[in-house]
Structure formats: C-alpha cells, structure tokens
C-alpha cells in the first residue's frame, strides 16, 4: 500500500470535505430558526429538484485568504441520496455515493476508501438537493442576505462547518461557500447547470480496479 505524503493526505482530507459539502441542507424544516419569509424562499427553490448536473470550479481558501487548492469537474446529485463529485482537474479524484455507501477515490494513490454514506445531519451536512426538507435531525439558522443569498448557520454544535452560504441565479443553484471551524472556506461555482433530467443509476455505483488498495470505515 502507497504511503501518503503530505500533499496527498491534504487530497484526501479535501476529498472528505467535498463529500461534507455535498452533503448540506436536508432538513430545512418550518422549525429552524431565521426569518420565516427566507426560509419559506429557500425551500421553494430546493423542492423542484429532484436531480442536478453541473459543471464546477473550487477554491479552498485558508483562515487568512491564503489558496490551498484549486479544482474543476463534474457535480451531479439525483434524490434521494445519490451523488458524484469527478474531479478532473488538477489530478482526478471522485466521490461517490448510492445513499447507502460512499466511495473516495484516488487514482494517484491508487487508494479507494469505502465507508457508509452518514445521513445523519449533525455529522455531515445532509444532501443538498435529497428532497427531505422536513427532517428535523438538525436546525439552521436561515437568512436571505440579499437577493437569492442565503446564509445557513447550524444551531447546534457537532457540526463539519460553522456557515454556508447558497446562491441563486434565475431560480437555479450557482454557487455555494462552506466555511468550517478553523476558518478554511470551500468556495464552489457551478455552470452549465442542468436539473431534472434522469441521471442513470449505475452512475452512482464504483467498481473498483483491478489492483487498487481498499480501505474499509464501517
């Protein structure tokens, strides 16, 4: 097995945050906290999805605006709890998820890691368009900044990060910034966004290589 360097143990770290971010906002339900109005906003922009593709980019910024990674790739989530996240650029990476099992995969390591897809919202922050808006495992405290922004702060501790931020261009998710407890903010933008269309199953699925190290997390 590959050891990892220190670059490649920062890949992976990130690998697992993007699989966190991935994960947001299930359980906006009428009890969390923020101004109704917004709130109300929010989930009537998230309930039409039901699937989403999107082309991204990410910046992972430090607690002092330093740049730690830059990335681009492919962002695809299908409800209820499936998703992709293909990193194709600088190196390929990818998350994966059916609902049931997540997969992180790195080829340069020639490493996937295999561990159960958590659900539970006040350890990762549950799946951005899943379609559970009622869910009541976690609350957030809920803003609209300014015109299709929204602000989410977790109202209860345990959680990967301390504030997110969403926004909306005509209707459609474009962008997100998830900033975590020590300050290091995700930034990630979306084009050529698509919503609704059927995603086929199989692409939530990993088959691991031949020769490829497997670590276990159950």
Known sequence: ??????????????????????????????????????????????????????????????????????????????????????????????????????????PDLEQVIIQPFDTNIESTPAMLFSGDLDRLDSTYFILESSDGVFELTPEQGGSLFSSLQITFANRVPAAMALTDNLGQVTRITLSEVVYNSAIPAELFMFEIPDGIDVIRND
Not at 7 to 25: D, G, V
Not at 35 to 53: A, K
Not at 79 to 102: A, F, K
């Open 1 to 106: 097995m590959k050891s990892l360097d220190p670059e490649n143990k920062l890949n992976m770290r990130l690998i697992k945050s993007i699989a966190a971010t991935l994960c947001l906002i299930a359980s906006l339900c009428a009890q969390a906290g923020g101004n109704p109005e917004d709130i109300q906003q929010l989930r009537e922009l998230l309930q039409p999805i039901t699937s989403l593709s999107a082309q991204f980019e990410q910046q992972i910024t430090d607690a002092n605006g330093f740049e730690m990674q830059t990335s681009s790739g492919l962002f695809q989530v299908a409800q209820p709890n499936n998703l992709r996240w293909i990193v194709s650029e600088p190196m390929p990476q990818q998350v994966i998820s059916d609902g049931i099992t997540l997969w992180l995969y790195d």
